[in-house]
């Protein structure tokens, strides 16, 4: 199974609730863990990732707290679960990184880098404010690609052509 870590989830969780909450005010580590119902010290590392990646600005002292570091529009799903999770890759061979494969001329590389494209294409479509809302009011339709132009490139490839 596919999924993004809790850690990841709860983060999100926390910058829908920011996003949702009056932009001006700030909003501190206890308020939010009893807002949304996650463990205080799990509520702060959270926050401590996310202002360490730039998505949340924090200011100290008694009216200190946590507030988005840009409008919610400007902050895509993409943002998010590369500040918590790292680089967005479905395989070593797909993050860029050089393909330690043990598997000999497995030949998947490129399906996977262009699998892992569509992934990436899709987390940057939507954004903070969408998440807030209700995403299914909105078209839902593979950004850039369709499954059909997905499925018509794979098949057009010639098995010389898929190289890792």
Same mark, same amino acid.
């Given at each position: 199974?596919?999924?993004?870590?809790?850690?990841?989830?709860?983060?999100?969780?926390?910058?829908?609730?920011?996003?949702?909450?009056?932009?001006?005010?700030?909003?501190? #580590?206890?308020?939010?863990?009893?807002?949304?119902?996650?463990?205080? /010290? !799990?509520?702060?590392?959270?926050?401590?990732?996310? !202002?360490? *990646?730039?998505?949340?600005?924090?200011?100290?002292?008694?009216? %200190?707290?946590?507030?988005?570091?840009?409008?919610?529009?400007?902050?895509?799903?993409?943002?998010?679960?590369? #500040?918590?999770?790292?680089?967005?890759?479905?395989?070593?061979?797909?993050?860029? *990184?050089?393909?330690?494969?043990?598997?000999?001329?497995? %030949?998947?590389?490129?399906?996977?880098?262009?699998?892992?494209?569509?992934?990436?294409?899709?987390?940057?479509?939507?954004?903070? #404010?969408?998440?807030?809302?209700?995403?299914?009011?909105? /078209?839902?339709?593979? /950004?850039?690609?369709?499954?059909?132009?997905?499925?018509?490139?794979?098949?057009?490839?010639? /098995?010389?052509?898929?190289?890792?």
């Amino acid at each position: 199974m596919i999924r993004v870590t809790k850690l990841t989830d709860y983060g999100i969780v926390v910058m829908t609730r920011l996003a949702k909450s009056n932009k001006q005010l700030q909003t501190t #580590a206890p308020d939010l863990s009893q807002d949304i119902g996650v463990p205080l /010290p !799990t509520v702060r590392k959270i926050l401590k990732i996310l !202002t360490m *990646e730039k998505l949340l600005v924090s200011t100290r002292g008694s009216n %200190g707290g946590y507030r988005l570091a840009r409008h919610p529009e400007q902050i895509s799903l993409m943002d998010m679960v590369e #500040a918590l999770e790292g680089p967005v890759a479905m395989t070593e061979c797909s993050s860029g *990184e050089p393909c330690e494969c043990k598997i000999d001329n497995c %030949g998947l590389g490129k399906n996977w880098s262009l699998i892992n494209q569509l992934l990436q294409n899709t987390l940057e479509s939507y954004n903070l #404010a969408q998440m807030a809302g209700s995403l299914a009011d909105l /078209p839902h339709q593979m /950004p850039n690609q369709s499954p059909n132009q997905l499925s018509t490139q794979l098949s057009t490839q010639r /098995p010389t052509d898929i190289q890792t």
